[in-house]
């Protein structure tokens, strides 16, 4: 059922819906959203920004603004494992990142024990890699190590930061796996038509 609800007609309409199988449409207006939930108590505005939305699998939420795992502990909910990363993940009026994934993903990592998973699309997947990369396990080579070091400095000296990532960069739940960015991220891409089944009950619809 891939529908879009664009007016306030719409919302009795997708209450029922939401009354037989768990709908998510991130398309709709935060107004129609707040209302319809609210009816059916699905979904919970946080105090930083996004929603989160009771399904069947388990609370997913939409935006991830900073220090969002906050907002769920004080209000005694689940931390979600799922998250939907909004196609524009920079709030230019507020001036902040609206896809902050990483403290979502430790704290399902040490406290959960199970990857975060985010839903977005292969561009976004593609950026975020990069950022886990540098922010989890450091840049892939250091070709530009030189520029921090007085020319007369021997490479010799240079810090192996191979070396230490080899030390360091280890599975804290198994020392005989090195960390990886899919150690602690999972993945699920949209289709072309913005649609995601992620089984039968809960759909997400972001067209």
Same mark, same amino acid.
């Given at each position: ?18 009354? =037989?199988? %768990?709908? /998510? ?5 935060? @107004? @129609?959203?707040?209302?319809?939930? %609210?009816?059916? %108590?699905?979904?919970?505005? +946080?105090?930083?920004?996004? =929603?989160?939305? $009771? *399904?069947? /699998? ?9 220090? *969002?795992? &906050?907002?769920? +502990?004080?209000?005694? #909910? ?13 709030? $230019? ?8 994934? @990483? ?10 024990? &199970? ?18 990369? @540098? ?6 080579? =250091? ?6 070091? =007085? ?12 070396? !230490?990532?080899?030390?360091?960069? $280890?599975?804290? *739940? ?9 150690? #602690? ?14 089984? !039968?009950?809960?759909?997400? %619809?972001?067209?």
């Amino acid at each position: 059922m891939a529908c879009q609800y664009t007016n306030l007609a719409d919302v009795e309409q997708f209450r029922k819906d939401v009354q =037989h199988k %768990d709908f /998510i449409s991130t398309s709709l207006l935060l @107004e @129609e959203i707040q209302l319809a939930y %609210d009816i059916e %108590d699905n979904l919970i505005p +946080l105090q930083r920004g996004g =929603h989160i939305i $009771k *399904t069947s /699998i388990g609370p997913i939420q939409y935006g991830l603004p900073p220090e *969002t795992v &906050k907002d769920s +502990l004080n209000l005694g #909910l689940e931390v979600p494992t799922y998250y939907i990363i909004p196609f524009h993940r920079f709030n $230019k009026k507020f001036g902040i990142s609206v896809a902050e994934f @990483e403290f979502p993903a430790y704290f399902n990592f040490f406290v959960k024990h &199970k990857q975060v998973i985010l839903i977005c699309t292969k561009e976004a997947e593609a950026s975020i890699r990069i950022v886990f990369q @540098e922010t989890l396990l450091g840049p892939l080579d =250091h070709k530009n190590l030189f520029q921090d070091f =007085h020319p007369n400095n021997p490479k010799e000296a240079y810090p192996n930061f191979h070396k !230490e990532l080899s030390i360091f960069s $280890k599975n804290p *739940t198994n020392p005989d796996e090195p960390l990886q960015i899919d150690t #602690l991220l999972k993945f699920i891409i949209y289709e072309e038509n913005n649609f995601l089944q992620i089984n !039968e009950l809960v759909q997400i %619809d972001n067209g």
